[in-house]
C-alpha cells in the first residue's frame, strides 16, 4: 500500500454505525508501540460523522482534520492536515446538500513522519486526530534506537 491511503486496511479502527468521531491506531502488527527513528511511523485511522458534522464542516471533511504530533521528552509539536490530496466525500458531479445525508465515514492510513516531519528524537510521542472539537483517541508510541539494544549485555538467566 502506498501512504497516503484512503482505504480500511486490516489495521483500521472500528467504529460502529452508532459511534461518531475519529479512531487512530499504529498500522504495525509486529510492534504497534514502537518504531524506530529511520522507519516510517505509519497509522491507520477511521472516521465517522453525522450530519450536524457534515453541514459545520461540509463536504471536505478530511482536508480539515488536523493531525497533532508532540514529542513528550523536548515538548516540540509537529502538525498537518490529514491529507494533501485524498478521495472526495461526494462525488463530483453530485449537488452538495449536506441535509441528505445521515453519515459519512472514511478511512485513512499515513506515514506519520513525511506528512509530520517531525525530526525523529528518540523518545515517546503522541498523536491526536481533530476536526473542530472532536478529538480522536491519543495514540502513544516510543521511538527507539535499535543499536542500543543490540549494544546492551546480555542477560544470563541462571
Known sequence: MDFPSYEKCKRSPVLDDSE???KVDAYSDES??????SQSWLLCGTYHFDRP????FGKDLHHQMLVALTHRESGAAYWGRLTRQGPESIRPNEIFDP???KAIRSYFNIDLKSHCQPRAELGTYW???QLGGI??????FEVYDPMAIADAAPTILT
Not at 53 to 56: D, G, M, R, V
Not at 135 to 140: A, E, G, P, Q
Open 20 to 22: 461518531f468521531g475519529i
Open 32 to 37: 504497534p508501540t514502537q518504531f524506530t527513528q
Open 53 to 56: 458534522t457534515i453541514e459545520l
Open 99 to 101: 441535509g441528505k445525508l
Open 127 to 129: 498523536v491526536r486526530f
Open 135 to 140: 478529538i480522536s483517541n491519543i495514540l502513544k
